[in-house]
Every structure is written in C-alpha cells, then in structure tokens.
C-alpha cells in the first residue's frame, strides 16, 4: 500500500461509499493493470484474504478488535493474530457439486462462490442473501437425480444452501469463537476484515498530512512523489524528518 491507496480509503469511507466498493477500488489500486476487473472476479473468501494481508503489511500481525457480549453487553478487547484468521478461500469461482441435507433428503447442488461482482450487483436488492442465491446456485437435484425448481424453496433448503455456500467459501465470512470474560458466555461473532483496515486507516488520516508535510518541508519532494513511496518507506522519512 501506498499513500495514495491510504487516502483513496480514507476519501471513500468518508463519502459514505459501500464497503464493497471501496474494497474492489483498494484492490484493484494494489493489484495494478486491470485491477478493478481483477477484484471483481475474485471470489469474496480471495477478497476478505487480500484484504487480512495488505493490512498485515500496514499494521502488522497482531489486530486489535472489540466485540461486545450478546447477552451482557460488555465490551470484549480482543487480540488476534492475523494467521489464525486466515483460511483456505477458493481461488476461481467455478461452479462445484455440493451435497446437502434438507427437509429429512440428500440434495445435490450446482453452485459458484460468491464473488465481488456479485455483492455489488447484490447491493440496493431488497433482499441480497437471496439474490446472492439465486445469482449463484445453477441447479438443485435430490440425490436420486431429480430435480427442484429454485423458485420453490422453504426456508429449510435456504437455510442448507446457504450453509453450503459457507462451506464452499469458508473465509467470505470470518468468524471469532468468543467466551465472554464477564458473564461466561460463549458466542460467536463475525470478524469484518474491511471495516477493521478502513477504520485503522481512517483514523490516521491526520498523521498521513502530517508525514507528508513534514517529508516536504526536509526533501521538498511533490505531495504526489512522497504519497506513492510505499507505506513503510514513507513513515521511515517521515520519521527522519520528524526527528528532532
Ligand atoms: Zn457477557
């Protein structure tokens, strides 16, 4: 990352614009020539990945998070570790067989992961699970071979899809098993790897002006210039020209 993708981040999340979006810009901005494009097709799993890694790259292993106890409300002060959240995610978004098991039968289904096209194409639907469904299962079948209109789903069968999807595409969402320190309760809890790097990065958009200005003022280099060294080499000048 540079500091021209800090500040893409930290203009984008201050217009309001979707997480998706600002995602697929930042990716696309660190994958380079056809970045965008490139973002899109990968799966949301490659995505939440990328994202783990350029932010471990910025920040380090360590992640600072809170979470908050469902039952007792307190506030959880959580250190993770990068590699633990990290898993397996596909690499292509080919469509694969899965099996599931619905209203007391095997099924069969046809079904792609979820890529970032998707989600953005999901985004303003009035009920995007189910848009992200129907997008991405092609067929479904009982195990004896025949097959099930996808018109005609209970809430048991999307609740079988939807359970297959994650099992196809295990880090589209990560989460955290939690024990909560007040009141013992354990739960689960999502881990949103792009709202964590947006907030971190967001929060130093002072200290981004700051090293700017004073890498400027010592190198008389261009704000263009000093904003697309990468970030570490950056905050090494900055700390040079800083110093007292
Ligand atoms: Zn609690």
Avoid: K, N
Avoid at 67 to 89: K, Q, Y
Avoid at 126 to 146: E, I, K, N, Q, Y
Avoid at 202 to 220: F, N, S, T
Wanted: with cysteine; charged share 25%.
């Amino acid at each position: 990352m540079t500091g021209l993708d800090e500040l893409l981040v930290q203009d984008a999340v201050a217009a309001g614009q979707p997480r998706v979006v600002v995602t697929t810009r930042l990716l696309g901005a660190c994958l380079g020539e056809g970045g965008e494009v490139r973002a899109l097709a990968l799966t949301v799993g490659r995505r939440e990945t990328l994202l783990l890694e350029l932010r471990r790259g910025a920040f380090g292993e360590r992640i600072e998070a809170v979470a908050s106890c469902p039952r007792c409300d307190e506030a959880l002060d959580l250190d993770l570790a990068t590699a633990e959240l990290l898993a397996a995610a596909p690499d292509s978004s080919a469509r694969v067989e899965m099996a599931l098991e619905a209203e007391g039968t095997l099924w069969q289904a046809l079904m792609r992961p979820v890529t970032g096209a998707d989600q953005t194409a999901a985004l303003g639907a009035p009920d995007p699970a189910a848009f992200l469904l129907r997008r991405c299962v092609s067929t479904l079948a009982r195990s004896d071979g025949v097959p099930w209109p996808l018109e005609e789903l209970s809430t048991g069968m999307v609740a079988a899809l939807d359970d297959a999807m994650r099992r196809l595409d295990p880090m589209a969402e990560i989460r955290l098993e939690l024990v909560c320190p007040a009141c013992r309760h354990e739960f689960s809890a999502p881990f949103d790897a792009a709202g964590q790097l947006f907030a971190e990065l967001a929060a130093e958009a002072d200290q981004l002006l700051r090293e700017v200005m004073a890498i400027g003022r010592a190198c008389h280099w261009r704000e263009d210039e000093i904003l697309g060294l990468p970030r570490p080499r950056r905050r090494a000048y900055a700390a040079l020209a800083m110093a007292p």
